[in-house]
């Protein structure tokens, strides 16, 4: 977990912390990102946070095999140019994938990192989901879910035996998502905070689809400033963990 808070992040500007306890580092929260990790080392990226350059330093990440998006809000996209390192020593563009509507409209904001300019390489070859069921030793499944107005993609990884959903800014839950974390034995949840919310999933909501996909564990992210780490870790189930950056999981 690169990446575990909501788009303001933990503590927003001001120092505001909200309630969560300074003193505690797994309330300081950067904007969600992900890396799902095979046995043999093959590295995928979900979402380019506006941290991202931090993010992947702190973990000690120098490249991945592929990236993607969720969908194209800033707190999920706007770090999309710190790929270009990972893009010196390479003799193709980094693969990555996302819904066509996420496509069309990163190219349209991010125009130089799929096509190049001045000289400068491509540095993302971007494709449509449809494209793809297996990458780099993955195989990769997803569907679409409400958040709010818009649309988020929610996706399921297997590799080694093992599955991994991830379903980060949805709003509703819906029989599409349900059927695809089906027995997951990790799901990474959107839980923005313990009240209801227009546009993203709130605790209950966030341990209803667990509990409806039999998810073996399920990890909380997308946490605001209400969401104090060592209070929430008190009140879930004993298969539910608090998310928090830096967190890793070995399934």
Not at 96 to 120: I, P
Not at 193 to 217: D, F, I, V, Y
Request: with cysteine; charged share 25%.
């Amino acid at each position: 977990m690169l990446g575990s808070g909501t788009s303001t992040g933990v503590p927003r500007l001001g120092n505001d912390w909200g309630e969560c306890d300074p003193a505690e580092p797994k309330n300081r929260r950067s904007r969600v990102s992900i890396i799902v990790e095979s046995k043999e080392g093959a590295r995928l990226l979900v979402d380019t946070s506006p941290d991202l350059r931090r993010q992947l330093l702190d973990n000690q990440i120098a490249k991945v095999d592929a990236v993607f998006w969720t969908h194209d809000h800033a707190d999920h996209c706007h770090g999309i140019d710190d790929l270009r390192p990972m893009r010196f020593g390479r003799n193709a563009p980094l693969p990555g994938f996302a819904n066509s509507y996420t496509v069309q409209r990163l190219r349209q904001r991010f125009g130089y990192v799929f096509a190049g300019q001045h000289g400068y390489s491509t540095i993302v070859q971007l494709d449509s989901l449809d494209t793809v069921r297996i990458h780099a030793g993955f195989a990769i499944d997803w569907t679409d879910m409400p958040h709010g107005p818009a649309m988020s993609t929610a996706y399921r990884f297997e590799a080694d035996g093992k599955s991994i959903g991830y379903a980060t800014d949805f709003s509703e839950i819906t029989e599409d998502m349900v059927d695809l974390f089906h027995g997951v034995d990790l799901l990474v949840s959107d839980c923005l905070r313990r009240e209801p919310h227009p546009t993203h999933a709130n605790l209950s909501m966030a341990l209803e689809l667990a509990k409806r996909c039999s998810a073996g564990q399920c990890v909380l992210t997308h946490l605001d400033k209400s969401m104090d780490y060592a209070t929430l870790s008190r009140e879930v189930p004993d298969n539910v963990l608090v998310g928090y950056d830096g967190l890793t999981l070995v399934l």
